[in-house]
């Protein structure tokens, strides 16, 4: 017995689902914001002579790169309600939208960390030694100089590792935060049309993550790279 697909659940669902993509872009654009800053300081870090700092950057990026993404989701929102309440007290709201924010801002910017890394080891390090000739400290050398080369140079990997954030984010399913996929599957369990509404949302991420790659690879042709 073949399956009777009936698509018109969706129409109905759109408002639902631009509320829970807004919710996606949330946790996106919020981890970005933290990730990519706070990944090129430890990329700083790790390569600076301070042996404390190089170590605490090269223990951060190890750790959070061999922990699943779903475990460390997991452990943030068991983590961050505890702590949130202790500082703050009370009923904290959409803690799990709160718990998805930390997880992601914190995992990402070891990845971040480590495109930052390459991208700073990319410049020549006589840009360095020309800098400190010209007058410059090393941290006025690393923020004039080389960290402008360097993010030239890693900006496609920069907003690839994004598009791979972008998919990521569908893991706030798995503690309750109403983002597009979660909704999607809410509608199509009340409907009782969950297939059909999966398929719909995995177009909808395949359309937004082809869209940005097609988006970078123009990009990359630009650079010349």
């Given amino acids: 017995m073949s399956y009777a697909f009936d698509w018109s659940s969706i129409p109905g669902a759109i408002p639902a689902l631009i509320d829970g993509a807004k919710v996606t872009f949330e946790v996106l654009l919020i981890a970005l914001a933290v990730a990519i800053p706070f990944g090129a300081l430890l990329a700083v870090m790790r390569l600076s002579s301070n042996k404390a700092l190089s170590w605490f950057a090269a223990a ?9 993404l779903v475990m460390v989701i997991l452990w943030f929102y068991l983590i961050v309600p505890q702590l949130l309440r202790s500082v703050f007290g009370g009923d904290i709201e959409n803690i799990g939208l709160v718990s998805a924010m930390t997880a992601f801002a914190l995992f990402e910017s070891a990845y971040y960390a480590e495109i930052f890394r390459a991208g700073i080891q990319s410049v020549p390090k006589g840009q360095m030694g020309a800098a400190t000739a010209l007058g410059m400290t090393n941290s ?7 960290l402008p080369q360097a993010f030239r140079n890693m900006t496609p990997l920069l907003l690839t590792q994004a ?14 935060v109403m983002d597009f996929l979660k909704t999607a599957y809410a509608v199509g369990e009340r409907d009782g049309r969950i297939v059909e509404m ?10 937004v993550s082809f869209a940005l790659s097609q988006a970078v690879k123009q990009l990359q042709k630009r650079m010349g790279k």
């Fill in 163 to 176: 598009i791979v954030l972008f998919q990521d984010t569908s893991l706030v399913y798995i503690i309750g």
């Fill in 140 to 146: 006025q050398a690393m923020i004039l100089i080389i």
């Fill in 60 to 68: 951060y990026t190890n750790v959070f790169r061999s922990i699943p």
């Fill in 198 to 207: 999966l398929i719909f949302a995995g177009a909808m991420y395949f359309i």
